[in-house]
């Protein structure tokens, strides 16, 4: 009602892995005027809500549709392709993830996730050295120890260091900063390494090479003094850090695209992650990676539980294969293979390389997003959607795999992604059918 003053309490905010649920909103008639607790980045994400819903529920061809003519084309575009994919889910409610993977097993097509522009070479390490984790609730309450390596929350995740990592107090670290030792491991100093105790510069494209020697320090075995040559950091350095791992009552390393994406990829996700694994045999210590999109941790989750893996699989033979490389959405764009696209919650039109951008123009792509996104002007048929977190209930994953749910503050009047979802599932089910009948 115009005019009206509503408090949403404990609301969520949706923009960053964090997912801070502890947002109190003011509603003043159709516009959020006021996010307490909220970060920057999070404020932005509330008081930006477009709230002049003048967009079309469809578009078909760039002219204005209804939603059930954009279920039916999206539905005919997906069961005539031979090789369609489903991407993106990183920004939309694990119950409309749950729809989309029901998608892609029906059209016998490509699933894959934001993940493999980003922390996909860390789910290919944990497949292959595993993860000694936690919940960020037990960094808050445990941690004496916390090294960031190749991330830079001060600004990609502001309230990390307030909330859960550097400044709270906890049950076993009642001084809160005080109690606490934090290392930032980066290829510079970025405004994060001013909430650090220990700043450590490597050398761009060597931190495979830094873990290792980390790892053979703490298994007792002699490094040489050319690590310093090689990394840029000195063996003393070295020896210190590993000496303060080792007494650490609780310690965890917190690690970014920094790492992930650099010079090596999941070998140096595996490369951390094994560090964690070989300080267990002096101390308590984890790994986790830190997430960026608000659900890509839920994708990740619901990809997995549905196929076994979390991106990058292949309904084409009737039951899920992994192969990143193959069936990632990058990948089958820029060699031309895909021939239809379901892209959810995602804008690759804005990120991907020329050649799969390129591609996904000439081919028909079907877009749920509540933005007119770069993807949207390019899409056959494209859905404007109400906003995961603020129109729409739902369950998200916080980064640390905690589910969470949502209480959104504002109704909307265009539907939700996973309500489209549903319709197309439902359409693509009938056309099969007819189909096989024929």
């Known amino acids: 009602m115009e005019g009206e003053v509503r408090v949403i309490e404990h609301a969520t905010c ?114 292959g050295v595993g993860e000694a984790t936690c919940s960020l609730g037990e960094i808050k309450n445990r941690a004496d120890m916390v090294i960031f390596w190749g991330g830079n929350p001060a600004e990609s995740h502001p309230r990390h260091f307030t909330k859960y990592s550097v400044m709270p107090k906890g049950m076993f670290v009642p001084n809160g900063r005080k109690d606490r030792y934090v290392v930032l491991v980066d290829v510079r100093k970025t405004p994060s390494a ?19 020697a980390l790892r ?42 920094g790492l992930s994406m650099t010079r090596g990829k999941h070998y140096n996700a595996a490369a951390i992650l094994a560090l964690a694994r070989d ?54 764009l ?11 919650s995602a804008d690759p039109v804005a990120n991907f390389p020329q050649s799969a951008i390129e591609h996904l123009k000439r081919i028909p792509t079907i877009v749920l997003d509540p933005q007119a996104s770069e993807t949207a002007k390019i899409a056959r048929v494209a859905f404007t959607t109400a906003i995961y977190g603020i129109n729409v209930a739902g369950t998200v994953y916080r980064m640390d795999d905690v589910p969470i749910r949502l209480r959104p503050a504002l109704s909307s009047r265009y539907p939700s992604d996973e309500e489209v979802l549903k319709g197309i599932a439902r359409r693509v089910r009938e056309l099969r059918r007819e189909a096989l009948s024929a």
Request: hydrophobic share 40%.
């Open 216 to 257: 053979a320090l703490v298994k007792g075995i002699e490094v040489d003094h050319g690590i310093e040559a090689e990394t840029g950091v000195s063996l003393a350095t070295l020896r210190a850090l590993v000496e303060r791992m080792k007494r650490a009552k609780f310690g965890v390393f917190l690690f970014g695209m």
């Open 334 to 344: 820029a060699r031309g293979e895909a021939d239809a696209a379901l892209i959810i």
């Open 194 to 212: 001013r909430a650090a105790d220990l700043f450590i510069q490597v050398k761009p494209r060597k931190d495979f090479e830094l873990l290792w």
């Open 279 to 332: 300080l267990n045999q002096y101390t308590r210590f984890v790994a986790k990676p830190m997430r960026g999109h608000g659900n890509v941790t839920g994708a990740d989750n619901v990809v997995a539980w549905a196929t076994g893996y979390p991106f990058g699989v292949s309904f084409g033979r009737g039951y899920p294969r992994f192969n990143p490389g193959e069936f990632t959405t990058v990948d089958l």
């Open 14 to 127: 949706t923009f960053c892995g964090c997912v801070c649920d502890d947002i109190d909103l003011t509603v003043e008639g159709n516009r959020i005027t006021k996010a307490k607790n909220a970060c920057v980045l999070g404020k932005a994400w509330f008081f930006e809500y477009p709230t002049a819903e003048s967009r079309p529920e469809a578009m078909i061809g760039g002219s204005p549709s209804t939603v059930g003519e954009g279920i039916e084309e999206a539905a005919r575009i997906l069961t005539s392709a031979r090789y369609p994919v489903v991407y993106g889910l990183s920004d939309t409610t694990v119950e409309a993830q749950r729809v989309a993977v029901e998608i892609a097993d029906l059209i016998g097509g490509c699933l894959d996730t934001t993940t493999s522009v980003c922390h996909g070479p860390s789910g290919i390490a944990f497949q």
